[in-house]
Nanobody, 125 residues
Framework: VQLQASGGGLVQAGGSLRLSCVASGLTFSTYVMGWFRQAPGKEREFVAG????????YYADSVKGRFTISRDSAKNTLYLQMNSLKPEDTAVYYC???????????????????WGQGTQVTVSS
């Protein structure tokens, strides 16, 4: 199984970025997918999660209303559209997937079996 994330970069505050994550080696439609991030000196934190069907999305309070998670099962790809970016969004963003994740555990990093390599997002003030 591989999760290949891309789309990170340097952007000014207020700007936008779209992260993508291409999954291979798994049956994409049977996996709950999500994004976590880790800033320097801080613990890894949940950003967003999406159900197997794509019909349900879950967000951290810090990104709600600014970020949108989506998935395209035809392309085995997960997305994170990030708008109105703030300097505090600066972090390495990780794509994650798990076949047995349930709603109550979606925000826990331990619930996900597979992790991508991470993509750096830097927001300048």
């Amino acid at each position: 199984v591989q999760l290949q994330a891309s789309g990170g970069g340097l952007v000014q505050a207020g700007g936008s970025l779209r992260l993508s994550c291409v999954a291979s080696g798994l049956t994409f439609s049977t996996y709950v997918m999500g994004w976590f991030r880790q800033a320097p000196g801080k613990e890894r934190e949940f950003v967003a999660g999406i159900s197997r069907s794509g019909n349900s999305q879950y967000y951290a309070d810090s990104v709600k209303g600014r970020f949108t998670i989506s998935r395209d099962s035809a392309k085995n790809t997960l997305y994170l559209q990030m708008n109105s970016l703030k300097p505090e969004d600066t972090a390495v963003y990780y794509c994650v997937g798990g076949p047995t994740v349930i709603t109550t555990s979606m925000r826990l990093s331990s619930a996900y079996r597979y992790w991508g390599q991470g993509t750096q997002v830097t927001v300048s003030s």
